[in-house]
């Protein structure tokens, strides 16, 4: 087994990884590491949670001189809080490496202070493509002298519509930079980039199958009315110390965040439309567990490298196998395992068709109740993580009912108060004599005024003859 020593990582840099305790080489930096080393372009396909950050930013140090006046390496990535978490990560390898000095730029916090952090000298910069772009525009970011270029997460920046700025950012670079680029997948378009921007690179792939085995993937059939009833009892089921819930839009977010966080769950949401100084917040909170539900879109959430989630429900099917892949790899992460739980309609099922297909896998199929037959227990724990309150719940599971003519299993919830009309059947539990009569629950005193009918029907039909 290789140590990052082997790999040419310096004795002193391999100190500082092991105070943060990492003492191997994952597959990706096995890989990466020593090809960087030598000078050549790479173009490496790996999903998230391999450990692909520190598989180009290990080379960029060891490579990097000290106290120069100008920026040497740039770092591409699609979302804000992948700029954060990867100066985060940097910062911690080089807090004791004097005249070394690396800046995050990104939208929703202030130019100017980012014009006088670019002019302190920063050693290496991280940014999303839109704010490096203003940056250059203005003549704030001078990329003449770069040494280092790496483009993470190039699937999603095609995904969202930034390949075109990454473009015009490379091409503000020296054409002898020494270029990587990352994606968990390569289609067409990433290729064409490759060709066009990368000499002569060297295609590393980490097989997806490495990280895959580490999720227990299943899906639950249910509809979309139904969705929120089925989110809520895996989350009081599984009780996950950390989980994610994917929505397709900003506000299926909101309105799942609104309705889970008025029933008494700690819970969290992050789109594009919150501001930054809270999104760092609500990051901040996940990542030191004291909120144990996040709801996000995939744009938001997309690299997040969180340590400790254990679930990812897929409340929305997401729109490909590119996005389910990076989706599920919030979890199992760094060798430990994790659980991902896929809603479908029956509407839905072809797109689940093809991303298994895509992934020449299949996921296994569920419904509710085959899914936490022998979670009643947890239901009854709301009160501990997922909740803020230590209330008992009010509700207990009663039967499965279908909700709809492709019999989609969801729970009827009986309340302990009286008088509730459920599905059209008015319940009342102070009544211990009611009987099935085949239409609906009837009464004695139903009972009794249908046969006190039939007698008077007979006695009129006696009069007539």
Known sequence: ????????????????????????????????????????????????GTGKTYAYVLPMLEKAQKNRHHIQGLILTPTRELAIQITNEIKKITKDMKGFEVLS????KSHEDEIVQLQQNASIVVGTPGRLLDHIKRGNLQLSQLTFCVIDEADQMLQIGFLNKVEEIVRETPPQRQTMLFSATIPSEIKKLATKYLNKPEFIEIEGAQVSTLVNQFAIFTVDRA????????IDAFQPEKSVVFCRTKRRVSKLYQVLKSKGYKVDELHGDIPQEKREEVMERFRKGQVPILIATDVASRGLDIEGVTHVFNYDMPENAESYTHRIGRTGRAGAAGVAYTLYSSE?????????????????????GNTIPLKDKASSKRNNKGRTKKNPPNTKIVSKKAVDKNKASTYVKEEKTPSRVTEGIKQNP????????????????????????????RQQQGRKK
């Open 227 to 234: 969705k929120q009833d089925t989110v809520i009892q895996l």
């Open 1 to 48: 087994m290789n140590s990052f020593l082997t790999l040419g990582i310096s004795d002193k840099v391999n100190k500082i990884l092991k105070k943060s305790g990492i003492n191997t080489p994952t597959p990706i930096q096995e890989k990466v590491i020593p090809t960087l080393l030598k000078g050549k372009d790479v173009i490496a396909k790996a999903q998230t």
């Open 348 to 368: 839905e099922r072809p797109l689940l068709d093809k991303i298994e297909n895509a992934l020449n896998s299949r996921i296994q199929k569920q419904n509710l």
């Open 430 to 457: 102070s009544s211990s004599t009611k009987k099935r009569d085949g239409r609906g629950l009837k009464s004695p005193s139903d009972a009794k005024g249908k046969m006190n009918r039939k007698k008077s029907v």
């Open 105 to 108: 730029i990104y939208g929703g």
